[in-house]
């Protein structure tokens, strides 16, 4: 599978109107050829980045089927939705993403759900990393025997609770990044991460906060609440 990934600058005063845009119009033309489904639809929680910023992660049967999508868009039955969907929102920015073989696999096609029911809502943070020229190959791989490892060693403590690790796809902006979508599993718990600073332990020699100082320093993170209808949470 690939998946498309979207960050949308929605205008203030239509996000209600974009969410059901997206939640249910965007949903089911998708559903409707069988290659393409709307994975997830997630906004960032308000004071905690920009403004009215919403982000989707639409998946892609193959390769065949991002084609489909971009010529649906561009001339044919998804045309007028992508239309209306630029009156509601400033900008948008896609990246098309590959997941990791190694990394923790989101579900089949298939199983992602096509209706727009209402669903439980979950917090996850986004972390866009960018290793350093040479060193995403380093990255990856310190990311799979260091950083996910010492989530699932953790998992009685841990905030964060991996779901996937996805990397930019040939012809992607920028070669070199690398996405971690993991899920808050303890929200309560981010009062101390935002109002102290991180104990030494934590950036001790042998702790990813350190180690991954090697591959990279430009990374950002994000809090995303997944909408009341997308399909995964």
Partial sequence: ????????RVAGRDEDAFETH???????????TGDARLAWHLKLAHGTGRAY?????????????YENLARRVQTGDLRAWAAHADTLR???E???????AWGPQVTEFDAIPIDAGARSQAL??????WPYAAKLDEYIEAARTHYAPSLEEHTSRSLLDMVAIFQAALGAPR??????WQRVVYPERL?????????????APGTWMHDALEVRDDWESQLLRTTKRSPLH
């Fill in 94 to 100: 896609g990246t098309l993403l590959l997941p990791m």
């Fill in 1 to 8: 599978m690939l998946y498309l990934h979207e960050v949308h």
């Fill in 191 to 203: 009062t101390g991460l935002f109002t102290r600073d991180l104990p030494d332990f934590v950036k």
């Fill in 90 to 92: 400033h900008d948008v």
């Fill in 22 to 32: 997206v939640d249910e119009d965007w949903m089911a033309s998708l559903a409707a």
């Fill in 175 to 180: 070669r070199r990044e690398v996405l971690l």
């Fill in 124 to 129: 996850f943070m986004q972390d866009r990393a």
């Fill in 53 to 65: 910023c919403h982000v989707t992660v639409t998946a892609l049967r193959d390769g065949n089927a």
